[in-house]
């Protein structure tokens, strides 16, 4: 029997290529990798978060024999309860991944709606006709593993989100032997993740925070706030350590770290004895220098525990004089401003921030540019696709390839929606599946789309006028003007303008003996407005 | 007589401290420092930009003896027509950055209103009770100066944006024996810029960006588009030398490039021979590989040159195969994700694209830890007042400061608004004068407040419904309701919500007998709208 073509199927938007999901299609096989959010940008104006576009699924959902997810964090997992929902096929985890997923399922009330196997790095796994490999990658989050799938077309080996971290938090490296055993074998194509390829060296290890978190331990004189993701469990194990070496007891703060930090401890990956571990209460009465509480808002976001307390509207505790906060994490792009202000904010209310600029108090989840080269040798494949990227970041993993000695022929960098095909051995791209973003906000999922968008975006810049007209039926001139203003003026600044507004209005439904429809009386009084203040708010009108 | 307190005042809201406006006040005199804008952050919604809040200055114009520009950038230049419209004093400006404020001054037909002195680096001008001495400093821009001013109360010296480059383009580095005579004469207070205070080490000279063009323009094989600040005069200088030495020929794209390009060859800070440049037009005809354009954009703004050529929608010209774009500049804190995003575009569209992260095409214009250090040492002040950075960069300056020797109680980190008084070589803080910033947004300057600023950001976040219920007088039952809604939902999409909105407002009507206010039905539509959407749009209602 001939060998069908491969297909390789980044899906989502704009976003990083790969990294919320991607499909492995072989025939009337189709394996999915990861089923994550993406998290929106400034200008996504109220949006929640963003799922990859499956649409193309949709009518090949009884060809989807699996679902495979990498690690636990929320841009591979986030997306599980509206996969769940239209594809359910078997989802393969590890322990802390399945834990993890299933307290988003159990929250959902879908938890025995989804079937799932637990696998282990080192478990060999047939989904259809893939025969899957898993491995384990060091990476900001306990138990990751990344993959190596023989497919009919030959292997295919994928890195998942990964660092080379030879001292890891957990004692658990990257499995260096696994990928040289791969490269041995003959990889037809690696996909490897992108993320820092414009870093240059090695990411540091994990382990470097440990005297960061040494010397901030022994300069600080009050209670110590550790701000970081929730699902960094390896911090939560540095964090007890430090506690432990310096005398603190310790408490989680927030729904998401004592929930990530439970499913940690019951399943085995966290390791801290109960005996240093206090309720966030009875800190309240503890000595503050024998205190350390973890908790989120490293992003500044403004309703987690760090927003609240750099606003002083947090409700269970303020910030005490002597407090140190230590923001052990790394700004998500786009997230720098809101980051600065919430620094600047705890200073003024008195705490001594540490953050990255000041101390390694944070290291990255993911490889730099020699472990890149590392992996390249390693696996030493025919094709190269890098992946979990954004263009700018797989067009630098492309540029390290080809020094590695990968002809630049045998690379892709595709776009989310792009297919990278094998037949007999060969490369090539396939026609483009249509597809983008799918927005969440509130309960809907999909049904904000570029028309409210665009609307969205004029309403934050000029905010919206709502004008209601009542005609006089006798002789068709305006007998009652109304104006309602949000996000425009200050209206009761501004009643010469709606004064003026009103008399310009009068005189234009005069003039046409009230015979213009609502948009054109809406047309008409934006271009007013603009006049009047350089400024174009929607215009709403209604007649009567 | 018996010598006055002295103040130091930094004027504005939560930005850099001191950056836009400093006035410094001594008895019945007041001299002014800079006029800048500050660029509003991602969450001020609609505003164009920000001046600083000099309400303070209204109630004692006539005290006001002089304002200093330090050097041209927008940052302390910007407001300047705001402030001269207020407050009509003499204007101090080197000769570049006094054609850049002319310019401006014209734009706004207030040329002729507004009086201005030229003064050179190594002045000494006398203004009311102040001497100022002018020293020149190395920073982006040419021409900009700092300032030694004595006044009755001691010498303050005021560092300016600089860095200490001994190779700037402009060959003109930052006076240093001037810095050690004040330090030798005895100074209360310095004043120096805290831009990078988290840096350690030297920012590098101008100097190193010149091998990185090389490289660019050696592998180019089209046209070469360098984008980067309208004000980065030096700039301008380099990649003209970079074109001579690989025989391109160069022209300025938009009207703040020409315009600044064509002052600053006017005044003679910009040294380029007219062969050397073409109009863009004569580029069109031209070989590619003879061609660099220099352009801005650099900051991802949508309407600027390189955001227009990134979507493919600039009037004049379109990106070509084999283009380089090289992005000559940092993202300002809250643009990364735009200047990635423009990245990202550029790249799509077939541009290879240099930036900072891929090779040494910008360096900053601030100095670095290292600088700081020697400007203390040099100066040696009694005093310090770190300026010209968030208060997270202060708190660092200051932490630098102790290191080399100035006692912690002499150093004042203080928020703008703060005085720093000085009486019988005494210093304190005085009390917060009110203020923050002044938003303008359109023709509007301070028009929009805290309120349209808090709808900006509902209505940004979920839209706005608009009804409007007309009664009927009998028995005051609603006869018709109509809907309108803008960034809410799709409304084709979502005629069953309507419908079933419009429903639950009939019963609403009729349970109250039509009594209810326009305000009650907004209240109970928005819960309503969130009970089925989880969105909270702004709900404006209109009873006839």
Redesign the interface.
């Given at each position: 029997m001939a060998i069908k073509p491969l297909r390789i199927i980044p899906l989502g938007g704009?976003g990083e290529v790969g990294k919320n999901m991607t499909a492995i299609e072989y025939g009337e096989n189709i394996l999915l990798i990861d089923s994550g959010i993406m998290f929106p940008?400034?200008d996504m104006?109220?949006i929640d978060y963003i799922i990859p576009d499956f649409n193309y699924l949709l009518d090949k959902k009884n060809l989807v024999r699996g679902l495979i997810i990498t690690h636990g964090h929320e841009d591979h997992t986030g997306a599980i309860t509206h996969v769940m929902q239209e594809i359910n096929t078997t989802v393969y985890a590890t322990r802390l991944t399945r834990g993890l997923v299933e307290n988003k399922l159990k929250r959902a009330g879908m938890l025995q709606d989804v079937s799932m196997i637990t696998i282990n790095a080192g478990d060999k796994v047939n989904i259809g006709p893939f025969e899957v490999e898993f491995f384990h990658v060091a990476h900001s989050i306990p138990d990751g593993v990344g993959l190596g799938i023989t497919t009919p077309a030959g292997l295919i080996v994928h890195s998942g989100d990964f660092k080379f971290d030879y001292t890891p938090i957990d004692g658990w490296p990257t499995d260096l032997a696994k990928l040289a055993e791969f490269g041995g074998r003959g990889v037809l194509a690696l996909l490897a993740d992108s993320t820092n390829a414009?870093r240059p060296g090695w990411t540091p290890s994990e382990r470097v925070i440990d005297s960061a978190f040494d010397q901030v331990f022994l300069k600080a004189k009050g209670r110590i706030l550790i701000g970081t993701f929730a699902s960094l469990i390896s911090r939560m194990a540095q964090v007890a350590e430090a506690a432990e070496r310096h005398d603190r007891k310790m408490a989680f703060v927030g729904t998401s770290m004592v929930e990530n930090a439970r499913i940690a401890r019951e399943l085995g990956y966290l390791d801290i004895p109960d005996s240093l571990i206090v309720p966030l209460e009875a800190t309240f009465k503890m000595k503050p220098e024998k205190v350390v509480l973890m908790c989120t808002g490293t992003q500044g976001e403004p309703s987690s525990i760090l927003g609240r307390l750099s606003r002083g509207d947090n409700r269970q505790f303020d910030l005490q004089p002597d407090d140190t906060v230590v923001l052990s994490s790394h700004p998500i792009?786009?997230n720098?401003?809101?980051v600065?202000?919430t620094?600047?904010r705890l200073?003024?209310r008195g705490a001594d921030?540490i953050y990255d600029?000041?101390a390694p108090v944070h290291v990255s989840g993911h490889a730099s540019q020699q472990e890149m080269r590392l992996l390249h040798q390693l696996v030493n494949p025919e094709y190269f696709i890098p992946v979990h990227g954004?263009?700018?970041h797989l067009?630098?993993h492309a540029a390290l390839a080809v020094e590695s000695g990968i002809p630049a022929d045998h690379i892709a960098v595709v776009?989310n929606g792009m297919p990278v095909e094998f037949r007999n051995g060969k490369m090539s791209i396939g026609e483009r599946i249509p597809g983008g973003y799918i927005f969440v906000?509130?309960?809907?999922v999909g049904?904000?789309?570029p028309?409210?968008?665009r609307?969205?975006?004029?309403?934050?810049?000029?905010?919206?006028v709502?004008i209601?007209v009542?005609l006089n039926p006798d002789n068709n001139h305006a007998e009652?003007i109304?104006f309602?203003s949000?996000?425009?003026?200050?209206m009761r600044?501004?009643e010469d303008l709606f004064a003026d507004a009103e008399e310009h209005l009068r005189e234009l439904i005069k003039r046409t003996n009230g015979r213009e429809s609502a948009s054109v009386l809406e047309r008409e009084m934006n271009r007013y407005f603009y006049s009047?203040?350089?400024?174009r708010p929607?215009v709403?009108a209604?007649i009567?």
């Open positions: 704009l940008e400034n104006l109220g414009d792009p786009g720098e401003e809101m600065h202000r620094i600047n200073i003024q921030v600029a000041i954004e263009i700018r067009k630098m776009e906000d509130g309960s809907g049904d904000v789309g028309v409210v968008m609307e969205r975006e004029s309403l934050s810049r000029d905010g919206v709502v209601h009542v009652k109304e309602s949000k996000g425009f003026v200050f600044d501004a009047k203040t350089r400024r929607v709403v209604f009567s």
